[in-house]
Structure formats: structure tokens, C-alpha cells
């Protein structure tokens, strides 16, 4: 199937550890997304590449690190988690030079307790 | 700042009444205005998308609607069926090289039998 994919689903962790988020997408796009979900179910933008360049960063805290290997995978480090993070995070991919029609993973709720 | 909003948090519809959300949306500048529904533990999924030099587009049971003059944009959906129930949200965009989807709040649309 074509799709967004990403991994876990669910990650519950204490305050204070290191976690990741994978995320790939054999879509055949250029760009990717990680966009965090809160618990009004408001939707925002983290990050963007391109092509593994960095094109977006919404104002993220330096503890969330984006890693992109290839135009495939793009993942998402967190450290030294806080409560604040617990939230369910989206990771997406588009063509740029096409306006519309991102493609949304699953999602991944992340729960620090 | 630039913001996408909606008016109703909440939206109740029998079963094959047609349903109309709203939203209203602050950058003029924007070029593409999408409509995502989001199942419950899914991610968003795109629905339809209007250019902003357009005021009208129609899918299959969708139309939507977008009025420049005064910021507003809705979905229309015909003969509302229960897996229609989701949260749907607007959302715009801005081409270019940080193009990026900026979302609005949702509104949660109930179908009832």
C-alpha cells in the first residue's frame, strides 16, 4: 500500500528520557512534515524538509531533533521529554511544487508521564 | 497573526440532512484553501481544495465554497451519512519555498440516525 507510515503507534515514557518517532513514506514525495496535535486537537506545523534540507522550523525547543537519512524517511528525536510533549504527532509528505494534497500518517501518541 | 479559525466547535446532523461547516480565515494571501476530515486515531485526510482565484469546487457529495470579500470558506456535504462523523478542518496554504498548511480549529461533526 502507499501510504505515510510511522512508528509506534503508542510510546508512553517518563520525564526526563530520550525517545524516537520513524516515519517513511513511499509516496514518491519530496517533502516531509512533522506536525504535533494537541490535546484540543489543534494542529501544528514542527518541521518541513526537503530533499533532506531543513526547510521549516516552527520555533521547536532544541530538545526535538529532526533527522531525514533520505527523501524517504524522516524522523523525529525527542530528549530529555516533559510533560508538555505529551501530545499525538503527525508526520506527512507532499510534492512541493504542489499546493495541496499532504498525506498524514497515523499518527503517534506520545504520552510522558 | 495569520490564522484559519472556525465558528462552531460542535456540529449536529441527522442522517441524510446535509451538513455545512464554516470556517473563516485571515491571510488574504493565501493560494489554496483544503478541507481535511480526521477519523478518530487516524490521520487527517485530504477532502477537497480550492484555488483562492475560484469561488466554487465540487467533489463527490462535497462542495465547497469560498467568498474572498469576506474571509470565508465552508464545506458542504449532501445527504450526510454516519461515516461522515469526524472532526473536519480548514486549512490554507502559501506557495513558495517555506510553503507550509496551516490549520484551523475543527469542528466535531455528529451525524444522528
Known sequence: DTAVSQTPKYLVTQMGNDKSIKCEQNLGHDTMYWYKQDSKKFLKIMFSYNNKELIINETVPNRFSPKSPDKAHLNLHINSLELGDSAVYFCASSHKDRASGYTFGSGTRLTVV | ?113
Not at chain 2, 461547516?21 to 481544495?49: R, T
Not at chain 2, 461515516?83 to 510553503?99: K, L, M
Request: hydrophobic share 35%; net charge neutral; proline share 3%.
Open chain 2, 1 to 113: 497573526g495569520e490564522s484559519v479559525g472556525l465558528h462552531l466547535p460542535t456540529l449536529s446532523v441527522q442522517e441524510g440532512d446535509n451538513s455545512i461547516i464554516n470556517c473563516a480565515y485571515s491571510n488574504s494571501a493565501s493560494d489554496y484553501f483544503i478541507w481535511y476530515k480526521q477519523e478518530s486515531g487516524k490521520g487527517p485526510q485530504f477532502i477537497i481544495d480550492i484555488r483562492s482565484n475560484m469561488d466554487k469546487r465540487q467533489g463527490q457529495r462535497v462542495t465547497v465554497l469560498l467568498n474572498k470579500t469576506v474571509k470565508h470558506l465552508s464545506l458542504q456535504i449532501a445527504a450526510t451519512q454516519p461515516g461522515d462523523s469526524a472532526v473536519y478542518f480548514c486549512a490554507e496554504i502559501t506557495t513558495g519555498t517555506a510553503s507550509k498548511l496551516t490549520f484551523g480549529t475543527g469542528t466535531r461533526l455528529q451525524v444522528t440516525l
